[in-house]
């Protein structure tokens, strides 16, 4: 991560994939890249790529797209640290993977059931902070 991220805000707040979701709009842009979280609804009219690409990542985890298009480029460089957000933390892929877990190791529809259960619980886990 960039050594220009602010570390307060960065260490302070993490952003769930729900968090990032809400953040879908062209008023209100928020995508994640590489575990930060970033707003950038200002920033649509100045990104050099036009606005598709943001649009198409509003709300979401846009580093695979970000990385492919921009391996050598350090995202603060055009932004600043009030567009940081903070850390993302990708609930959905977390929630995935314990599910597929489960799924694998419990043959128990009940107990499938639980661990389904305790994982929508992870948002209010991340909304407090680690």
């Not at 970000?66 to 567009?83: Q, R």
């Not at 850390?87 to 489960?102: C, G, P, W």
């Amino acid at each position: 991560m960039s050594s220009k991220i602010g570390q307060r805000e960065q260490n302070s707040v993490w952003r769930s994939s729900n968090d990032l979701r809400e953040h879908n709009t062209d008023t209100d842009l928020w995508i994640a890249v590489n575990g930060v979280v970033y707003d950038v609804t200002e920033f649509q009219e100045k990104h050099p790529g036009g606005l598709a690409p943001l649009k198409h990542f509003a709300g979401t985890d846009a580093t695979p797209g970000f990385n492919n298009v921009h391996p050598n480029v350090d995202i603060m460089s055009m932004l600043t640290e009030a567009n940081v957000k903070g850390k993302f933390v990708n609930t959905d892929k977390i929630a995935e993977d314990f599910v597929e877990q489960a799924r694998s190791s419990y043959s128990n529809d009940v107990l499938y059931a639980i661990a389904c259960k305790i994982m929508s619980m992870v948002n209010v886990v991340v909304a407090t902070g680690p």
